[in-house]
């Protein structure tokens, strides 16, 4: 029932920025968390960031002060702020949403968007 659709991805150069958008339907946006996690080939789907009911936030150490998740509930609309972007960061980007209250672990999140291709060049 819920849908997720992200969009903003690209290609950037190394130390550009990228502002990614995840459009929510479905369901009641605000109580539960939002997450962004990324994916490339030949290694595992990574978390990357996640949002609270209550905004707290939560990033994997590779991203800390980089990137900025946040939230807009009256838009049904979660962001992730991509500043400093490195070659490592180059990804299929996806919005999760949690099928529970919690964050945690990665399959309490129980929808899915299709993805939005995030390109670092060196």
């Known amino acids: 029932q819920v849908q997720l659709v992200e969009s903003g991805g690209g290609l950037v150069q190394a130390g550009g920025s990228l502002r990614l958008s995840c459009a929510a339907s479905?369901?009641?946006?605000?109580?539960?968390?939002m997450a962004w996690f990324r994916h490339t080939p030949g290694k595992e789907r990574e978390f990357v960031a996640a949002?609270?009911?209550?905004?707290?936030?939560y990033y994997t150490n590779s991203v800390k002060g980089r990137f900025t998740i946040s939230r807009d509930n009256a838009k049904n609309t979660v962001y992730l702020q991509t500043n400093s972007l490195k070659p490592d960061d180059t990804a299929v980007y996806y919005c999760?949403?949690?099928?529970?209250?919690?964050?945690?672990?990665?399959?309490?999140?129980?929808?899915w968007g299709q993805g939005t291709q995030v390109t670092v060049s060196s």
């Open positions: 479905g369901r009641t946006f605000s109580t539960y968390p």
């Open positions: 999760a949403a949690s099928g529970s209250m919690r964050y945690f672990p990665p399959r309490e999140y129980e929808y």
């Open positions: 949002i609270t009911w209550n905004l707290n936030t």
